[in-house]
């Protein structure tokens, strides 16, 4: 299971930090690639970014490409999304994603677990 906070309503300019943190005694969040998309109101999910299995592998989508940084912290079974210079196009519903195995993904395909969502909201 996979579970998304840090949303909220944030000026443009500003910052926000999403995590997903994984639970489930059969789920080993360490060996898996890892990846954000997000959803606005009327339009398709789409890819922001993914990270591997150990962190060392990231992609990011070119819209969020030198303000969005992705990480992990295996130790406690957490992602993460530091969104920073926000823009109001990037208000949209986020998701976290997990693969099956260890390597990234830049689409929904790619993925076989997905978390509930957090709302970012950006106001101009």
């Known amino acids: 299971q996979l579970q998304a906070s840090g949303g909220g309503v944030v000026q443009a300019g500003g910052s926000l930090r999403l995590s997903c943190t994984a639970s489930g005694r059969t789920f080993t969040f360490s060996s898996k690639g890892m990846g954000w998309f997000r959803q606005a109101p009327g339009k398709e999910r789409e890819f922001v970014a993914t990270i591997n299995w150990s962190g060392g592998s990231t992609y990011y989508a070119d819209s969020v490409k030198g303000r969005f940084t992705i990480s992990r912290d295996n130790a406690k079974n957490t992602l993460f999304l530091l969104m920073n210079t926000l823009k109001p196009e990037d208000t949209a519903v986020y998701y976290c994603?997990?693969?099956?195995?260890?390597?990234?993904?830049?689409?929904?395909?790619?993925?076989?677990?997905w978390g509930q969502g957090t709302q970012v909201t950006v106001s101009s």
């Open positions: 994603a997990a693969r099956r195995d260890g390597d990234t993904a830049g689409y929904t395909g790619g993925y076989a677990y």
